[in-house]
């Protein structure tokens, strides 16, 4: 069971940290074209399906890697998934407060794109730390 708690945190941070970096800089390319989907998408009664979609899943691997996390115990990986909770709640709010989250998105004019940069510089960061875990990670599993 060790050896699965090892194959499913390192696939989990390699392939988030992947996702990550690769959609941060995706959001720094194209921000003007992010700015003109978040306002179309703030002037929906719903949140965007993609939005739900992304935490659905964001949630199903999390949990299994709560889970893991106790196999054998590690306060890294404990305390990623709890952090990985905290997000999906987070996130998960503004689906919930939609008509509050889509008037602010509305009333931030030009400071959305300076939002949008800031949340791409943060993904990126994030994943460069996933990768980060993963070597840690590795390093742990072959001392032993």
């Not at 978040?38 to 929906?44: Q, R, T």
């Not at 800031?118 to 994030?126: D, P, Q, S």
Request: charged share 15%.
């Amino acid at each position: 069971m060790e050896n699965f708690s090892t194959q499913w945190f390192t696939a989990y941070y390699l392939s988030l940290g992947s996702l990550l970096i690769s959609y941060g800089i995706f959001l720094f390319i194209k921000t003007d074209s992010i700015r003109q989907f978040l306002i179309e998408s703030a002037a929906e009664k719903k949140p965007p399906k993609v939005w739900r979609s992304v935490l659905k899943y964001l949630l199903l691997f999390t949990i299994p890697g709560l889970i893991l996390s106790f196999i054998p115990f590690s306060w890294i990986e404990l305390i990623f998934s709890v952090w990985s909770l905290f997000i999906i709640f987070m996130a998960g709010q503004l689906l919930v407060l939609w008509p509050q989250a889509s008037k602010t998105i509305i009333h931030a004019g030009d400071e959305l794109s300076k939002k949008i940069r800031y949340v791409a510089a943060n993904m990126i960061i994030i994943g460069v730390v996933l990768f980060m875990l993963c070597y840690l990670l590795l390093e742990r599993t072959q001392a032993i």
